[in-house]
């Protein structure tokens, strides 16, 4: 969402982040915007660049339902499902570099962000295209597909 920069509430986020010695990046102060928008490809190069590192610098966070994360998600991926963000949300480390938030297509995450920020968070980037435009490594449960399998009937000669 764009700011208002006269109002309180994205300023002073913003200000206080980075009087508290945090950064804040340059694109989002030029945009005017609490969170940043990333495409799914610049998403999976962050996570190949943290592959093999045990660190909460980078939190992917999922936003779906249990059962959509169950199926297939980002390896790693934090799960706090949209509607339980309100009660939930102290999860979402707010020392992290990065708060990758995503979702099936990027509604319900965008909202994510919307919210998250409004409760002080200056880390957030959002999957444009959520996990439609992912090409990334996946983890869960994939829908299996049957083949059918003709059955050959033997002819005699």
Known sequence: RNCDWSSDVC????????????????????DGRLY????????QRVLEQQSGRESDRIVFL?????????????????????????????????????????CSAGERSRFACDFLSQRGYTNLYHIREGLQGWQGPIEGEAPVSLVQIDRKVATSP
């Not at 980075?18 to 102060?29: N, Y």
């Not at 940043?36 to 998403?43: E, F, H, V």
């Open 36 to 43: 940043q928008d990333l495409a799914a490809s610049d998403a």
């Open 62 to 102: 999922d936003v779906r339902s249990p059962k959509e994360y169950a199926t297939r998600r980002v390896p790693g991926a934090k799960l706090v499902p949209l509607d339980e963000l309100d009660t939930r949300y102290a999860e979402v480390p707010q020392t992290a570099e990065k708060v990758i938030v995503y």
């Open 11 to 30: 300023s002073s986020d913003l200000l206080a982040k980075v009087a508290e010695g945090g950064a804040v990046p340059r694109e989002m102060i030029l």
